[in-house]
């Protein structure tokens, strides 16, 4: 942020141009109440640009420090321009109606309710006692209730409610904190809940599963202690395996479900109130994570979910049951079949819910724009994303220079959609898997509304090299200049477009699948990137992939090719004896069958899982992986467990050494990480010195895995290179569409037609 020759002597009037995620968070009310203590003359508005404001009077270069270094809470000023005037005739401060035109602002993400409005949601004395939609400029709804840009209440979904005298007053009150508060409204005025709290609780205890209407869509909640509830709603939502996420009241009540550190708690504070894995504690329903020692746990963010917890608590009436531990928990994940987008809707949730559900809660705000919740992780110490979602989107990554408009369509699995704008780039909510033709549509919705918030008209678009992704099909008919970017170099231009890193880095890229330059089946490679041109300078051993892309659903398949490798397809019998199609397969590739082949560091974890008799099967993406990393307490290297030749690193030995059946799973998926730590580690310290670079870009799917991430960082530092990991967006393919964005800009700004080559 910068404001030009504010230290110089004021002039008597000044315009200023305020710029960032200045909207929806109180600025204008803010600077009002700010030039008024000042007794400055003038006036504020929003427009397409962001907040742009007039003072005059003595004291204008007071005002300009408070503005620069007190902004609102939610406020995100980027730049503050100031231009001298000349003196007018003025009486006043005035807030000014809004104005349009092309749109160079933004929207702020949706904020957890704030302290001052819980705190009047449970006063009996105040006229938002138990109003499920209280809110004010601090907090509450912001993108998942905008229609368009600037923000105000005419361009939201509560244009349709009319205010009632006394929020009228509060909205017009510069002295309140509802000062041109846009989403205002009250019992008397505002959206009506078709359940009462009382009545949610009454069939949570009861085991009943309930669907509730929230900011960015609807949740399905059961008591998360109640066993024969989680596994129903497994049952009727089709979710074999695949963990939920839990809510609890407050802190304390986090205490008994989980043992959670000092920066876990913290970030389970954030104003975004994202969902934050931390160990289990092991007292809730074994159904929440099975065969996992984490669970993700969330506090209440919208005033739905503390009147819950309030009316479980037999609704007191003094303050201090919302410190006190509640017993109550709830499992509140997304509420949809199994592929489905989140729903949205009322008439959309009867009709998708009614099965699932034995109590539908609706109210009548509309949400304009469906959002899952953010997970996140604490990794090294520092926040990481699993998914960035709720509380995040839209908030732009800075690329640190401008560019052309380039619209990145992201992968096919966890998919995103990225517009650059300027020198930022706004990548979308998670959107999910699109070989669901719901999810397809939601796809496009979000496309859509992304370009049309932002009011741009893309140059370019990007997409993934694979022909058969949804995304690279819809970037096909977009009709404008085409880049292909290759997926693991996508996923490294990521990390390092974050880091704002542009001369060359080397880059680690492990997940289960992407395509490599000439069709191979990648996962495990690391390269050389600088812009848009990137080399592969080594990687995994490849690996039989049996079945091809079937064996990232069935690990035993990638049992089998291992064995095949290593020539022990007798032990097949041994290892598999309750799969009778492994039993065949192995008999099959002994009669000579040649199965496809990749490098997936994915596919690696499968085969090692496999072996050690922990997975045969998948109910979802990276099951064994994370049952895997779930048994580690301490990872150990072992003497012997890879070959390092000339930049392929095969970890042959010590699959060997797993499918020889005498470690238990914990000691062989212990032994495995410490492997993968030090044989990863090896191969980027080998080529760092050939090549003479020590920042290495570590990305793709597979560090999501904390024992892997935090291992081979520390090990790179040990071995003198720089690690840059993702943290503003996912390191898995919920970040692809980012680094397809950084590549196409590059490549559309630079004039080296090989860099045209190696990306397309």
Not at 340 to 347: E, G, S, Y
Not at 458 to 485: K, M, N
Request: proline share 6%.
């Amino acid at each position: 942020m910068a404001y030009a020759d504010a230290a110089r002597t004021a002039p008597q009037r000044l315009r200023v141009r305020v710029r960032g995620a200045v909207q929806g968070v109180g600025f204008r009310p803010f600077v009002h109440d700010l030039a008024t203590r000042l007794r400055l003359d003038g006036f504020v508005k929003n427009d397409a640009a962001g907040v742009l404001l007039e003072v005059q009077g003595e004291r204008v270069d007071a005002f300009l420090d408070a503005l620069s270094r007190r902004p609102p809470p939610l406020a995100r000023v980027e730049s503050i321009e100031v231009e001298e005037l000349p003196s007018r005739k003025s009486s006043r401060f005035v807030i000014l109606d809004s104005v349009g035109g092309a749109s160079s602002t933004r929207i702020v993400p949706d904020a957890a309710v704030c302290e001052d409005c819980l705190d009047e949601l449970f006063d009996p004395a105040s006229r938002f006692y138990l109003c499920p939609f209280v809110t004010c400029t601090h907090c509450g709804p912001r993108y998942t209730l905008t229609r368009r840009l600037p923000y105000d209440r005419a361009q939201t979904s509560m244009a349709s409610y009319a205010m009632c005298p006394a929020c009228a007053r509060d909205y017009r009150d510069p002295a309140n904190r509802r000062f041109h508060a846009e989403p205002i409204c009250c019992p008397e005025c505002g959206p009506k809940l078709s359940a009462s709290p009382a009545e949610i609780v009454r069939a949570l205890r009861a085991g009943k599963i309930v669907a509730t209407k929230g900011v960015g869509g609807f949740h399905l909640m059961c008591d998360a202690r109640n066993g024969a509830a989680v596994e129903e709603l497994r049952r009727r939502k089709a979710r074999d395996a695949k963990p939920f996420a839990v809510m609890a009241a407050n802190l304390s009540s986090v205490a008994s479900i989980a043992r959670a550190t000092e920066q876990e708690l913290a970030l389970l504070q954030d104003v975004a109130r994202p969902i934050v894995l931390m160990q289990s504690t092991g007292v809730l329903a074994k159904a929440i994570a099975p065969r996992l020692n984490r669970i993700g746990v969330m506090l209440p963010y919208a005033p739905l979910h503390h009147l819950i917890f309030h009316a479980a608590a037999g609704a007191p009436a003094t303050r201090a049951w919302r410190d006190a531990p509640q017993e109550l928990a709830l499992v509140a994940t997304s509420a949809n079949l199994g592929g489905d987008p989140l729903v949205k809707d009322n008439a959309e949730a009867q009709a998708r819910l009614g099965d699932i559900a034995d109590l539908i809660v609706t109210h009548d705000r509309e949400i304009v724009t469906r959002i899952d919740d953010s997970v996140m992780s604490v990794v090294v110490g520092a926040p990481a994303f699993l998914r960035r979602a709720r509380g995040f989107t839209p908030e732009p990554i800075e690329l640190g220079a401008e560019g052309p408009c380039v619209v990145a369509a992201g992968a096919h699995l966890k998919a995103t959609i990225t517009v650059t704008r300027g020198r930022e780039a706004f990548v979308s909510q998670h959107v999910g898997d699109l070989s669901n033709a719901a999810t397809a549509r939601f796809y496009r919705e979000t496309a859509r509304r992304l370009i049309d918030l932002l009011d741009v008209k893309p140059e370019f678009v990007a997409c993934d090299l694979h022909p058969d992704y949804f995304s690279t099909r819809w970037a096909e008919e977009q009709g404008l200049p085409l880049i292909r970017a290759q997926h693991h170099a996508a996923h490294l231009a990521a990390v390092l477009a974050e880091h704002r890193v542009e001369g060359p880095a080397l880059g680690l890229a492990l997940d289960g699948h992407g395509l490599g330059d000439a069709g191979q089946s990648w996962g495990g490679e690391l390269m050389r990137l600088g812009g848009a041109s990137w080399r592969r300078l080594g990687g995994l051993a490849p690996l039989p992939a049996p079945g091809g892309d079937r064996a990232a659903r069935e690990p035993w398949r990638m049992g089998v090719g291992a064995l095949a490798k290593l020539g022990r397809l007798d032990a097949a019998e041994r290892l598999f004896a309750d799969e009778p199609r492994a039993i065949e397969m192995a008999r099959i590739i002994g009669q000579g069958y040649a199965p496809p082949v990749t490098s997936s560091m994915g596919r690696l974890f499968d085969a090692a899982a496999a072996l050690l008799g922990l997975s045969t099967r998948q109910h979802y993406e990276a099951q064994a992986a994370m049952e895997m990393e779930a048994l580690v307490v301490t990872p150990r290297a072992m003497e012997g467990a890879f070959h390092l030749l000339d930049g392929e690193l095969d970890f042959l030995p010590l699959l060997g050494v797993l499918a020889e059946g005498r470690l238990s799973p914990r000691e062989g998926a212990e032994l495995f990480h410490g492997a993968l730590i030090e044989g990863l580690a090896q191969l980027v310290s080998q080529v760092a010195t050939t090549q003479e670079l020590d920042l290495v870009a570590l990305g793709g799917g597979c560090m999501i895995n904390r024992i892997l991430a935090e291992g081979l960082t520390e090990r790179l530092q040990s071995l003198g290179l720089r690690p840059l990991r993702a943290q503003k967006l996912p390191p898995n393919d919920g970040g692809l569409s980012l680094g397809q964005a950084a590549m196409a800009r590059a490549l559309a700004q630079s004039r080296n037609s090989q860099d045209f080559v190696r990306c397309v």
